[in-house]
């Protein structure tokens, strides 16, 4: 069962270029969507995380764009760098006492020089 | 500060075998998740303890088990293993239950069921 749809699989982006990665929920009970970046060998590590009382969010050369009325989200990275070729997770969490975090199916991001 | 860790790091098991998995939880932090990660996939909630006690799980059949330790380390136990249990599994910990608390993820144990 698949509640946080991501898009696109990978992606190739010259370096300077802005990365943009989508994912879109279907579970109204979803209030914390955070991203995460892996790196092979490792485990995910937070990047960035937003709740959906605010439209979007800014970290560095990072931003989460939210739209709630749609259920979409999108993470943007600006002037990407090869030290960002990673795969990236969203992922949803819902309300309440345990933190259930649903992962998209990930994006591997290529950065070429 | 110590980071999350796991334990082993690869695992090679034959079908119907049980296999335990560990987790040490980073310095302070109570609470421990744990995520099935098959290749090319995201990580699948298993489940989350707290304070020793199961407070959450994930579509998973009860032959996935796990214990939490006063120290909040914690271990997941596989019976009867299939193939489709290849994985990476990750243990992530945190502080608290509230969902906006950050999990840190360990590097994960590769199983590769035969």
């Known amino acids: 069962q698949q509640q946080v749809k991501q898009s696109p699989q990978s992606l190739i982006v010259q370096k300077g270029g802005i990365s943009i990665i989508n994912c879109a929920y279907e579970?109204?009970?979803?209030?914390?969507f955070p991203w995460y970046q892996q790196f092979p060998g490792k485990g995910p590590a937070l990047l960035i995380a937003?709740?959906?009382?605010?439209s979007e969010k800014k970290e560095g050369r990072f931003t989460i764009s939210f739209n709630k009325s749609a259920k979409q989200f999108s993470l943007h990275i600006m002037d990407s760098q090869p030290g960002d070729s990673a795969t990236y997770f969203c992922a949803a969490v819902p309300a309440g006492g345990y933190q259930k975090v649903t992962f998209g199916t990930g994006t591997k991001l290529q950065v070429i020089p | 500060e110590t980071g999350v860790t796991q334990s082993p790091t690869h695992l090679i098991k034959t079908r119907g075998q049980q296999v335990t998995l560990r987790c040490s939880s980073q310095s302070g932090h109570n609470t421990v998740s744990w995520y099935q990660q098959a290749l090319g996939q995201g990580p699948q909630f298993i489940f989350q303890?707290?304070?020793?006690?199961?407070?959450g799980r994930g579509n998973f059949p009860p032959r996935f088990s796990g214990l939490q330790f006063p120290n909040y380390s914690s271990e997941l136990n596989v019976n009867a293993l299939e193939l489709d249990d290849s994985a990476l599994y990750l243990c992530?910990?945190?502080?608290?239950?509230?969902?906006?608390?950050?999990?840190?993820f360990g590097p994960g144990t590769r199983l590769t069921v035969l």
């Open positions: 303890y707290y304070r020793e006690e199961e407070n």
């Open positions: 579970n109204t009970a979803f209030d914390y």
């Open positions: 937003i709740r959906p009382d605010v």
């Open positions: 992530a910990s945190s502080l608290g239950l509230a969902g906006f608390n950050e999990q840190f």
